[in-house]
């Protein structure tokens, strides 16, 4: 990664439409639930396309706690690794959902800094059936990705991977308020 990227943390995020489990980066994220089986939504499509090894890598370590994030090979998908995290359930806001969503952002780009990975994929965490509420989550997103970005001075790539037009629309205004919040 270019050096000049981190003189403002905004530009390493890139926002994509794209089925994550297609895509061919180091890893792509999964919005996991704490058992770390195969679930519905984005958890369900990557360990479909990653096969069943996924789900047996997976068994010994869980359970992942919300906010948490672990690692496994990639096995069918494109991607080499998938980082797995959980993501609160939406339960009205004042749960401490922000602060556990804003740590699965965190702990999956530090485990990716840990593993050297130059490139990575989120799904908009906890929007799905968890119900979070897709223009807070993007704010939480690109807000606690561009904290850690000027924290840690070799980031990987991240590609916030959107699934629908909403949720792209959602994170492009998070996005904007960020730069024009840090101008």
């Known amino acids: 990664m270019p050096d000049e990227q981190n003189d403002h943390p905004s530009s390493i ?6 089925d994550i489990t297609t895509l061919d980066t180091d890893a792509i994220v999964n919005a996991a639930n704490q058992a770390l089986l195969p679930g519905g939504g984005v958890c369900g499509a990557i360990h479909a396309a990653a096969g069943p090894e996924l789900a047996r890598a997976c068994a010994p370590l869980a359970p992942c706690l919300t906010g948490q994030a672990c690692i496994t090979a990639g ?12 993501g609160p359930v939406w339960q009205g806001g004042n ?22 990975l130059k490139s990575m ?3 908009a965490i906890s929007t799905g059936i968890f119900g979070y509420p897709e223009n807070l989550a993007a704010d939480i997103a690109v807000s606690t990705i561009c904290e850690v970005t000027g924290e840690i001075a070799a980031m990987p790539q991240i590609y916030l991977c959107c699934f629908s037009s909403s949720s792209r629309n959602c994170l492009e205004d998070a996005l904007r308020r960020y730069q024009k919040g840090t101008d």
């Open 95 to 116: 749960r401490n959902e922000a602060t556990l969503l804003a740590a699965c952002y965190r702990n999956a780009i530090l485990i990716a800094v840990r593993n050297n």
């Open 13 to 18: 995020i890139k926002i994509i439409s794209a």
């Open 121 to 123: 994929a989120f799904p």
């Open 75 to 86: 096995f069918g998908l494109n991607a080499r690794f998938v980082i797995h995290t959980v």
